[in-house]
């Protein structure tokens, strides 16, 4: 989950009978790696969460937050999990709390026509602006697996058949769950759908979606992240590497290695990702991988640190359609400052950006990365710019001089308190 604290509500069912509700963490994964978990700020109110009307869902409850699932000769959304599986299709884990325990909502093939739609429809959204819809989704089947997965927006009164979706993916899209997100702007009441098509994998493939949200901002650009608030749309890729991309701030554990802070705050408040190699074995891997990118071209830029006697490797990759291809990649010690990466990326599919870090032959080898995103044109030699968490790119003299430039205002947020005992804070100075 890293190291962010993360929100949850639960509604906990009425009962004939006296209930306790009991906390229980595992610090100890299937791997012997410790852990740690915390809790905080527990509140138990009357009545139900406000998930329940749609705008946030785990599908941790069987009432679906009040999404309504509608069958299609046979073909309809279902609630499930990863205990739930002998008449079913679908993930073994969901992505709430990546348990067998946890529940999504996944497809349920038809008997019938296997072309036949199942829709998943949202309680009615109130407009509010711009907005992001956020979700999880998991799609799994063979090479050639033509299965979809289409976001619809509508007004109650729209007929689905008579308007385009907007936002679809086709095809096999790995063992994985993988992170989904549209921007919205309806100016009246409206519903948000789901549709799923098996098409042509047998009633073998899986389609299932979980913890969709409805944020009330722009959706940040992909593969676009400060870490200062979580890892935004990067996921680590489990089972296909042997460690984690962790989350730090300040110094990294083990002296004569890593950065001393961080990129965006540069100080040992802010915060970065890195890989920590005290006590692995050699070439042990750790891989970052960003939301699915639609096709086009792109610009992505990275800063990153490798200091220490016993640094490995580290590369920028894109995957599309199961092909790997390198972009950028560095090897041994780079110094002890962050130093800025950037590749050009031409793409005619659907694709993800993947980060690959290697351990090399010793403890002295923390490999870190801080400040990514991504920009739809060619890369130019412009290092004096700030990128808002939307991929606007202002001057970075504007960032810090008290006037908004980014439409969230990311250029002045962390630019307030400061006793200048480990860094500027983001202020900048200028002589006149």
């Known amino acids: 989950m890293g190291e962010t604290w993360q929100q949850v509500h639960?509604?906990?069912?009425?009962q004939e009978?006296?209930?306790?509700?009991?906390?229980?963490?595992?610090?100890?994964?299937?791997?012997?790696?410790?852990?740690?978990?915390?809790?905080?700020d527990i509140l138990l109110t009357d009545g139900s969460c406000d998930s329940l009307r749609g705008n946030t869902c785990d599908f941790e409850t069987s009432d679906l937050c009040e999404w309504t699932p509608t069958a299609d000769q046979g073909a309809t959304w279902i609630w499930n999990s990863g205990q739930n599986l002998d008449h079913s299709n679908g993930p073994n884990s969901d992505h709430t709390f990546d348990s067998a325990e946890g529940?999504?909502?996944?497809?349920?093939?038809?008997?019938?026509?296997?072309?036949?739609?199942?829709?998943?429809?949202?309680?009615?959204?109130?407009?509010?602006?711009?907005?992001?819809?956020?979700?999880?989704?998991f799609m799994q089947?063979?090479?050639?697996?033509?299965?979809?997965?289409?976001?619809?927006?509508?007004?109650?009164?729209?007929?689905?058949?008579?308007?385009?979706?907007?936002?679809?993916?086709?095809?096999?899209q790995g063992d994985a769950w993988n992170l989904g997100e549209k921007s919205l702007n309806f100016v009246s009441e409206y519903h948000t759908v789901f549709a799923a098509v098996e098409a042509n994998d047998g009633g073998n493939s899986i389609i299932a979606v979980d913890d969709v949200a409805m944020l009330d901002r722009d959706c940040p650009a992909a593969a676009t992240?400060?870490?200062?608030?979580?890892?935004?749309?990067?996921?680590?890729?489990?089972?296909?590497?042997?460690?984690?991309?962790?989350?730090?701030?300040?110094?990294?554990?083990?002296?004569?290695?890593?950065?001393?802070?961080?990129?965006?705050?540069h100080t040992v408040y802010g915060h970065y990702l890195y890989i920590e190699t005290d006590s692995v074995l050699v070439s042990s891997s750790a891989v970052l991988e960003s939301s699915l990118i639609p096709s086009g071209t792109y610009c992505f830029e990275f800063y990153y640190s490798m200091y220490g006697k016993d640094i490995g490797a580290f590369a920028v990759r894109v995957v599309r359609n199961n092909t790997v291809n390198i972009l950028f990649q560095k090897f041994g010690n780079q110094g002890p400052d962050w130093k800025l990466g950037k590749v050009q990326i031409l793409e005619e599919a659907d694709f993800t950006i993947s980060m690959m870090a290697l351990s090399g032959n010793g403890n002295e080898g923390d490999i870190a990365i801080d400040d990514t995103w991504t920009s739809k044109n060619v890369c130019y030699d412009n290092p004096d710019k700030f990128v808002c968490s939307d991929g606007e790119v202002i001057l970075q003299e504007q960032v810090c001089d008290f006037i908004p430039n980014c439409v969230n205002g990311d250029d002045e947020m962390f630019c307030g308190d400061c006793n200048f005992e480990f860094g500027t804070c983001g202020w900048n100075f200028q002589i006149e």
């Open 225 to 265: 992240c400060t870490f200062e608030d979580g890892y935004c749309d990067w996921s680590n890729i489990r089972g296909s590497d042997t460690m984690d991309w962790v989350m730090n701030s300040g110094y990294t554990p083990t002296a004569n290695t890593g950065p001393n802070y961080d990129h965006t705050l």
């Open 103 to 137: 529940h999504y909502v996944s497809l349920k093939h038809s008997t019938d026509n296997k072309n036949a739609v199942a829709y998943l429809t949202s309680p009615t959204h109130q407009s509010s602006g711009a907005m992001c819809l956020q979700f999880y989704f």
């Open 10 to 14: 639960l509604f906990i069912q009425k």
């Open 141 to 172: 089947g063979r090479t050639n697996w033509t299965g979809s997965l289409s976001l619809y927006v509508k007004s109650p009164s729209v007929d689905i058949n008579f308007i385009n979706p907007v936002w679809k993916i086709t095809g096999h």
């Open 17 to 40: 009978y006296a209930q306790y509700i009991a906390l229980v963490g595992n610090t100890q994964n299937s791997n012997g790696d410790l852990g740690h978990s915390a809790v905080d």
